[in-house]
């Protein structure tokens, strides 16, 4: 909750910032140029691209959590009392983590910056950060493929009922079945989707 308030003080403060759009926000006049004699105007090249990002930051998350850091954090994540006992700098290995979800929260306002070709105050609104942890909760807390699952389905969701003719006239309202399966998981699968299908402790 406190997150979330930090955002919507954040959502209001560049709300203010009429130098870059204020309310109507800031729009790209294109995508960025990395070089290389690559164009990432071309919608075929910006999809792989984000695509080969996505998969390189699974893969390094990967390679982190199953390292000795990995089985760090997971211990305070656990009890960070003992693991402060045990000689652990817990604020260290919290400030890293922290400095790493938000090299990858940057990455991925850049995507979308580029994507949209517009940058504007809504994506700083309490709502994204529901959205975000809607698709965690779907997905499973604390599970490694928890948010890219949680992600997955929830687009799916929305693209299923926003567009469904059985809903008809409701199809605006498709967060209400959206809801409906979300209170399902979280009472008949708390460990969430991905938790679901993994493998239960011995």
């Not at 960025?32 to 090249?45: C, E, Y």
């Not at 990967?62 to 003992?82: P, S």
């Not at 599970?143 to 699952?149: I, L, S, T």
């Not at 687009?155 to 299923?160: G, I, N, T």
Request: net charge positive.
């Amino acid at each position: 909750m406190i997150t979330l308030a930090f955002a919507q003080m954040m959502y209001y403060i560049f709300i203010s910032m009429k130098a870059y759009g204020g309310d109507d926000g800031l729009p790209l006049a294109a995508r960025s140029t990395p070089g290389f004699g690559v164009s990432l105007s071309n919608d075929f090249v910006w999809y792989y691209l984000v695509l080969a990002l996505l998969a390189a930051v699974l893969y390094l998350l990967h390679r982190l959590v199953h390292a000795r850091f990995g089985r760090v954090i997971e211990a305070i994540r656990e009890n960070e009392t003992r693991a402060t006992a045990i000689g652990y700098p817990v604020y260290r290995y919290k400030l890293v983590c922290f400095v790493i979800s938000g090299a990858i929260a940057g990455l991925a306002g850049a995507l979308i910056a580029n994507q949209t070709s517009y940058v504007g105050p809504a994506l700083l609104h309490w709502v994204q950060s529901g959205t975000l942890m809607v698709m965690v909760i779907l997905g499973g807390v604390g599970r490694f493929w928890g948010g890219p699952v949680g992600a997955a389905v929830l687009l799916l969701l929305e693209e299923l009922f926003s567009g469904s003719p059985l809903l008809g006239p409701f199809a605006l309202h498709w967060q209400l079945p959206v809801g409906a399966i979300l209170l399902a998981v979280v009472l008949f699968a708390p460990r969430g989707i991905a938790g679901a299908f993994a493998k239960k402790p011995q």
